[in-house]
């Protein structure tokens, strides 16, 4: 049990550096999360980069891309990053979609970084976390910047909410 514990505390500490993050399957992920601090908004030495390659592979595997912009410091953030790796969602949402965590520091204090590239879904500026772009294989952005911008109660709505949003996108 606890060799498996460990693989699977490794797993999850090695998914943020691939930038693009599958889902973990429900059986690796270790059954007390306090056992493991995963962290999901990691900053890159190239994030511009990274963003280019999760919506340059999600249009070649015709998914949408699911971009969040956030940081681990903030409890939304991790919240629906949680969901977003979770093993329910994977099973539900794999095929159709991809999702990568995009650190943005801390927009509201005056301490952002990452801004420029949440510019280019058409957002001038960022006061909360985290914010979620939903991107066509085509690259048209398929919800809008209020409800891009709506997901800092994400905690308070829950995983069912979180997957019910979900359920509304098609791919095009």
């Known amino acids: 049990m606890m060799r ?3 693989i699977a505390a490794a797993l999850l500490a090695a ?3 691939l930038g ?20 999901f908004f990691v900053e890159t030495a190239d994030d511009a980069a990274m963003l280019d390659t999760a919506l340059a592979k999600a249009k070649a595997e015709g998914k949408l891309a ?19 790796t979770s ?5 539900e949402f794999g095929p159709r979609f991809a999702v990568t965590f995009i650190d943005v520091g801390v927009p ?3 301490q952002g970084r990452n801004i420029d590239l949440v ?3 058409g957002i001038k500026k960022l006061d909360s976390t985290p914010a979620l772009f939903v ?4 690259g048209k952005r398929l919800n809008s910047k209020k409800d891009a911008l709506g997901w800092r109660n994400a905690d308070s709505r829950g995983e069912a909410a979180i997957l019910a949003w979900f359920r509304v996108f098609k791919a095009d």
Request: hydrophobic share 45%; proline share 8%.
């Open 15 to 17: 998914l943020p550096l």
């Open 135 to 138: 991107i066509s294989p085509k």
């Open 119 to 121: 510019k280019r879904f």
């Open 108 to 110: 509201q204090a005056g």
């Open 20 to 39: 693009a993050v599958d889902p973990v399957p429900a059986d690796l992920a270790p059954a007390d999360e306090k056992l493991v601090q995963r962290k």
């Open 4 to 6: 498996r514990l460990r």
């Open 87 to 91: 093993g329910t969602f994977a099973r």
């Open 66 to 84: 699911v971009i969040v912009f956030g940081g681990d410091w903030c409890h939304d953030s991790r919240a629906l990053a949680q969901t977003l």
